[in-house]
């Protein structure tokens, strides 16, 4: 029987993040994915739409998923609300001995619309400290930790900051908004910093929703693993995602964005 690791997130009706991303990345690893919806996103070339689901239903989902003894690790994207983020918080109290990955989405990657900047304090307080390891982008950075970030120096000392509020591990993805020709993501473990470098994949139309999420994923299923660090975990995870952007999927010529291929890799 396969492993089950469980994502708690919200739910991308074109399959570029949110559960589809995150399950998909379960699969190509060879695990059994549970999960938890915390919100629909509806994405058009015209509109972006974000509605979180009740909190009485994100309990049920969680007493559920969480009667298993089985799970081998927990992801958690997007809570949407306050009330959400404290029914996951209320339920993180009874978790042991597994890994569990945050990705603190506040930042979308289609829309600069939607204002989460509200849930960052409330989700400092009550999820962070439960993280083995926070993902956070350059924006969600930002909010964390109260800095602008425009080079990789600022990213350590974001990293640093970021570190007090709980997680035992920080990883920031810089992704292709540091200049250079690198994607650069900093790794920081509260004594020293590890930097994970690849070419920036550069095409017209680029294939990179769903990028963060595909990469919190992989960690969740590489942590999974017995006796795998989380420089190995990062490291496979970032190479993961490369090649889902590479040879990712193209929506229409409508969007001027396309998802993370996540079989990419296996396929190639």
């Known amino acids: 029987m396969p492993d089950k690791i469980l994502t708690i997130a919200g739910s991308d009706s074109l399959s570029g993040g949110g559960i589809q991303a995150d399950l998909a990345t379960f699969s190509e690893y060879g695990y059994f994915g549970l999960a938890v919806t915390t919100a629909i996103v509806t994405v058009t070339t015209k509109d972006f739409q974000v509605f979180p689901i009740a909190p009485h239903i994100i309990a049920e989902q969680l007493n559920s998923v969480l009667a298993l003894d089985d799970i ?50 409330v989700l400092t307080e009550k999820i962070l400290p439960f993280a083995t390891i926070l993902t956070p ?20 000392n974001a990293a640093k900051e970021i570190f007090q509020l709980g997680p035992t591990y920080v990883v920031i993805k810089g992704g292709s908004q540091i200049l250079g020709n690198q994607a650069v993501d900093v790794l920081y473990d509260g004594h020293q910093f590890s930097l994970f470098k690849q070419d920036k994949i550069v095409r017209s139309q680029p294939y990179h929703s769903g990028a963060g999420c595909s990469l919190s994923a992989s ?31 193209k929506l229409n010529d409508q969007f001027d964005f396309g998802n993370v291929w996540q079989g990419a890799r296996r396929s190639m």
Not at 224 to 242: E, G, P, R, Y
């Open 72 to 121: 081998r690790a927990i992801k958690i994207g997007f809570l949407p609300t306050v009330a959400s983020i404290e029914i996951v918080a209320e339920h993180l109290q009874h978790i042991k001995n597994i890994p569990i990955i945050v990705d603190p989405v506040m930042a979308f990657k289609e829309t600069q619309i939607v204002d989460t900047h509200f849930l960052a304090k």
């Open 137 to 156: 982008n350059l924006k969600e950075a930002e909010i964390l930790s109260g800095h602008d970030i425009s080079d990789v120096n600022d990213m350590r």
């Open 219 to 249: 960690l969740a299923a590489n942590l999974s693993q017995n006796n795998v660090t989380v420089n190995l975990a990062l490291s496979d995870a970032k190479d993961f995602v490369w090649q889902g952007i590479k040879h990712g999927v």
